[in-house]
T-cell receptor
Framework: DVKVTQSSRYLVKRTGEKVFLECVQDMDHENMFWYRQDPGLGLRLIYFSYDVKMKEKGDIPEGYSVSREKKERFSLILESASTNQTSMYLC????????????????FGPGTRLLVL | SQKIEQNSEALNIQEGKTATLTCNYTNYSPAYLQWYRQDPGRGPVFLLLIRENEKEKRKERLKVTFDTTLKQSLFHITASQPADSATYLCALEDGGFKTIFGAGTRLFVKA
């Protein structure tokens, strides 16, 4: 079974702090994603990566950065946490198979609930 | 850009009945569409994928249909059980590596 793990289930930080959220997958997947999920808004893509050291902005990248130094690890960084970044953060990975039709089923971690005070 | 609409109101049904959830999209028909289940405080879990050239897909008590004319997918759970209570998300490929997700519909199955 694919396993995606996230470093923390719950996190409380203060405004202005630098926050690191870590995600690790164990299935040699090419693609990794970071989403945030807020009530009524669904999952919104922050950043994704389709290869080591490669990254692409998603729909809401402002205030975030990412790092992918190794294939299995994708980190989300909040440079200076703000209260509007209080949310559930979900990491996901997908195989990245170069076949058609693409079947990019995503495998999610358990999520990190971040509270910024 | 592509938008997904799922009924934001919760669906309440009696155990044993069939639950039907709707997913509508607004623009081009995607190459495939997926359904995920999400329990409170957990990440979504993949259930089914249906491609644009497929009309229907089944997996045990689950059935998904995909109507590219109506730009709609229906997700059915037959003989529903209280353990099926969760939020169900519809997801579409949005070009390249991206997938967009609907906000989900909450299902409550009463015993």
């Amino acid at each position: 079974d694919v396993k995606v793990t996230q470093s923390s289930r719950y996190l409380v930080k203060r405004t202005g702090e630098k926050v690191f959220l870590e995600c690790v997958q164990d299935m040699d997947h090419e693609n990794m994603f970071w989403y945030r999920q807020d009530p009524g808004l669904g999952l919104r893509l922050i950043y994704f990566s389709y290869d080591v050291k490669m990254k692409e902005k998603g729909d809401i990248p402002e205030g975030y950065s990412v790092s992918r130094e190794k294939k299995e690890r994708f980190s989300l960084i909040l440079e200076s946490a703000s209260t509007n970044q209080t949310s559930m953060y979900l990491c996901a990975s997908s195989p990245g198979l170069a076949v058609y039709p693409k079947q990019e089923t995503q495998y999610f971690g358990p999520g990190t609930r971040l509270l910024v005070l | 850009s592509q938008k997904i609409e799922q009924n934001s109101e919760a669906l309440n049904i009696q155990e044993g009945k069939t639950a039907t959830l709707t997913c509508n999209y607004t623009n081009y028909s995607p190459a495939y569409l997926q359904w995920y289940r999400q329990d409170p405080g957990r990440g979504p879990v993949f259930l089914l994928l249906i491609r644009e050239n497929e009309k229907e897909k089944r997996k045990e008590r689950l059935k998904v249909t995909f109507d590219t004319t109506l730009k709609q997918s229906l997700f059915h759970i037959t003989a529903s059980q209280p353990a099926d209570s969760a939020t169900y998300l519809c997801a579409l490929e949005d070009g390249g590596f991206k997938t967009i997700f609907g906000a989900g519909t909450r299902l409550f199955v009463k015993a």
